[in-house]
């Protein structure tokens, strides 16, 4: 499959305005990464250390850093990983790909979060970077992942659209979703204006489609339990697991 000539996939147009837009659609990190941490402390009550993987600008991130001594990050992308730096100067952020990655320490919780996961290609790159992530935790550790949604949710043909007006600048953003093999292709194409002048940019991205089973496979095949909540605040769930 042919990509359309678009800038890269969260590329600095797009993180450059990728929080404006999902803020103004309701989006809370902070109400989230609160209640990974709750989620985190019940199972591992000392938990003192963390590495967000996929951690895109450290909306997160910034939380996690405030709750626990040794907070760090990881990103693929410059654009993104360069935002989370510069947001959190004393935090290490990073540069790697979640399907292998070795940071040479170990940590009380791994998460990955707003469905960074399934930019991988294929179960292969869920395992992998499951267990990538996993080889992470110290034994007991806990492994917080927020998975796209399963196939049986995901609506081929979802439109949206939405429109904010923030601090000088308007973002508008009009998405289209389709099934592409055993992935999400989503297509936006985003204008924004503001005092200089009118940009636009469009990004495809595919988000692999896993089902359930695929989740729990890849969590016991890198040593975890795991355990499935439904719903989340996002809707899409989270899976909590613990190295055994
Ligand atoms: C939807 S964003 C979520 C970012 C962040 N977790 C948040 O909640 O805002 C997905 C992020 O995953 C990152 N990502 C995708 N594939 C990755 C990989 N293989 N390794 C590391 N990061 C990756 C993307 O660059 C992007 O920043």
Known sequence: MTLPPTVETFGPEHADVY???????????????????????????????????????????????????????????????????????????????????????????VTCLFTAVNYVDGVAGLDAAVRSMADHLEPGGVLVLEPWWFPERFIDGHVGGDVVTEGGLTIARVSHSTLAGRATRLEAHWVVADASGIRRFTEVEFLMLFDEAEYRAAFDAAGCDVEYHPGWLTGRGLFVGVRR
Do not use: N, Q
């Not at 902070?30 to 402390?41: G, K, L, M, Q, T």
């Not at 895109?56 to 693929?76: I, K, N, P, S, W």
């Open 19 to 109: 929080e404006t837009m999902y803020r103004a659609r309701g989006k809370s990190w902070e109400a989230e990464a609160a209640d990974v941490v709750r989620r985190i402390r019940e199972l591992s009550p000392g938990a003192s250390s963390l590495l967000d993987v996929g951690c895109g600008t450290g909306a997160h991130l910034a939380v996690f850093a405030e709750d626990v001594e040794r907070a760090e990050g990881l990103e693929f992308s410059a654009a993104m990983r360069e935002r989370a730096r510069r947001r959190l100067p004393s935090v290490p952020v990073h540069d790697g790909d979640m399907r292998g990655f070795r940071l040479g320490r170990a940590f009380d919780a």
